[in-house]
């Protein structure tokens, strides 16, 4: 499969506890995405890497958020202390950008972690 | 930032029919519109996009058409097929995705 992966597809954990996801974006690709979608919701942008370099990060990303891309390939999202509003779908995309900052670019979803927290 | 609102939130269509799905978005930076199609429990598809300096973009039964000045722009599915029932998302981007809530289509045998 030369698709966007991202693992582990569920996550059941308790509250306070810490969990990290993987993406391994489309090989050729240098920008990678984490999202996160709530049931009935569209996917709200959380971050984004150009290559290894972390550009970008929403208001929605909490001190208790971090992602990496160490490498510029594959990228880890980590939730520190969970909350049950924490509970949602986290959706990993990549692209292939060509231009500048502002160039516009094909994004390619994973199938997405589903996070519980109980 | 950018903010997207789509309309209607769900749509029934008899098979064969066309359905709409309308978006407007805010910021007049955004010069890049995808759709996405997600069926229950999958990852979203890009099924269609259409950049700025484009008013109309057609692949076989679908459409999308794109007005700057007003900021809205629109997807067309003619000719409805039980296998286009899904979730379809629209969204707005100059380097990021700001996606609306969504349209549950239908489609009715």
């Known amino acids: 499969d030369t698709g966007v992966s991202q693992n582990p597809r569920h996550k059941i954990t308790k509250r306070g506890q810490n969990v990290t996801f993987r993406c391994d974006p489309i090989s050729e690709h240098n920008r990678l995405y984490w999202y996160r979608q709530t049931l009935g919701q569209g996917p709200e942008f959380l971050t984004y890497f150009q290559n290894e370099a972390q550009l970008e990060k929403s208001r929605l990303l909490s001190d208790r958020f971090s992602a990496e891309r160490p490498k510029g390939s594959f990228s880890t999202l980590e939730i520190q202390r969970t909350e049950q509003g924490d509970s949602a779908m986290y959706l990993c995309a990549s692209s292939l950008a060509l231009g500048g900052l502002g160039s516009y670019n094909e994004q390619f979803f994973g199938p997405g972690t589903r996070l519980t927290v109980l | ?109």
């Not at chain 2, 955004?30 to 979203?44: D, M, T």
């Not at chain 2, 008013?55 to 296998?83: C, M, W, Y």
């Open chain 2, 1 to 109: 930032g950018e903010n997207v609102e789509q309309h209607p939130s769900t749509l029934s269509v008899q098979e064969g029919d066309s359905a709409v799905i309308k978006c407007t978005y805010s910021d007049s930076a955004s010069n890049y519109f995808p759709w996405y199609k997600q069926e229950l429990g999958k990852r979203p598809q890009l099924i269609i996009d259409i950049r700025s300096n484009v008013g109309e973009k057609k692949d076989q039964r679908i459409a999308v058409t794109l007005n700057k000045t007003a900021k809205h722009f629109s997807l067309h599915i003619t000719e409805t097929q039980p296998e286009d029932s899904a979730v379809y998302f629209c969204a707005a981007n100059d380097y990021k995705l700001s996606f609306g809530a969504g349209t549950t289509v239908t489609v009715r045998a």
